[in-house]
């Protein structure tokens, strides 16, 4: 989708600047530190990613990234996808309900549970039986060893690094939580879901 | 054991106390308060006023940003401090040792954005100017020069990953000058030891607006903006 798609709920020069420079210096860093080396994809680099803090900070940045504008689509794209019904089922089995999950994902978003820069994910354990939330902080994911109590698949994420929604939100960071629910593309997200159950595996992304 | 500790109150505090506030010093008018009231953390933490107009420090840091940081980021820091240190004062009232713990989170976060962020106002002003004195000295032993020094404490700054601060500090324990980061907003005497003389913030609050995502566009921009006055003030306390 174009720069401008996910207006009014991320704005333009964030998105255009998020992808052109942050997510760009990402894979610059990480084609640097994996310069001579054997190709491998992104997401295999994940796992044991806290061995090599460039491939923890930049690997981990290109990949939550690359995960991240992929599960995201204009509102009237978006407004129209839902959880499926086997993803509906286990979120209420995990959570309660819909509702309840989106009140958990908000209070660990909120800027007191990240401390600073991170991300938050709903993730599916690797057994692929549970869906769980957890923060991480900088550019960790719960694919890498070691961050989370275990690891595990994202199907959902949301960055909440300042630099993903000064511009438009400057310090009101559950005004742009609450907001970022209209941009998300529950098609990809089942997707996701339906991958990481089958092939208890994290989701490939692409670059 | 509580009720005999309220009868004995410091007869000078008390009295003190009942002096107008604005005649007290602020950090006396706090133990006094702790003393009275059953906050035994000392009651409320407030904003600091900059030493300046939020405009001073153009064009190194805009108006905007400053307002921002100042009257939004710090002040939230300030009001979550006094929301976890009310909740502090409960569970140290009821002896709940695990609740007490359990703020250690927030008032690490919260304490240490109000702490970093007062030390950062002051070590900023639109008059900056390194005299000859011992700060000066002091950083030319250590480093060969005034360039040296900056040239150590950007790079190390800029590299913080995430959230975080850069910091010029002295090591008590070797009296010499050390550059130290910090990660989100960990004080950094209470993790270190180090004593704070120059702070540059490097959430991505502090030049966003600015600087966008080039952040070393921004330490280099902050250099101008230092008030080495403060720093070196903060250099002659922390050798006493």
Redesign the interface.
Known sequence: YAFDALEPYIDTPTMKIHHDKHHATYVANINKATEGKDEVPILDLMANALEATPVRNSGGGHYNHAFFWELMAPHDKASKTKPSSKLMAMIDKSFGSFDEMKAKFEAQAAPGAVFGSGWVWVCVNLAGDELKIVGTPNQDNPLMKGVADEVMLPILGLDVWEHAYYLKYQNRRPEYVSNWWNVVNWDKVNENFDYVVANHVGVNVKG | MALSKKIVIDSTLRAAANVRSSNLPYDILKAASARLSSAPSGGKHMLPDLPYDYAALEPAISAETMT?HHS??HN?YVT?LNVALEKLDSAVSAGDVSAIIGLE??LK?NGGGHLNHTLFWENLSSDSELKEGPLKAAIEERFGGIDGMKSVVSAKTVAV????WGWLALDPTTGKLEVATR???DPLQATTGLIPLLGIDV???AY??DY??VRPDYVNAIWNVINWDVVEQRLLGAQK
């Open positions: 921002l939004k980021h939230t979550n989170g927030a976060f990953q995430g959230s975080g990660a989100n907003q959430w991505e609050h966003y607006v966008r995502n």
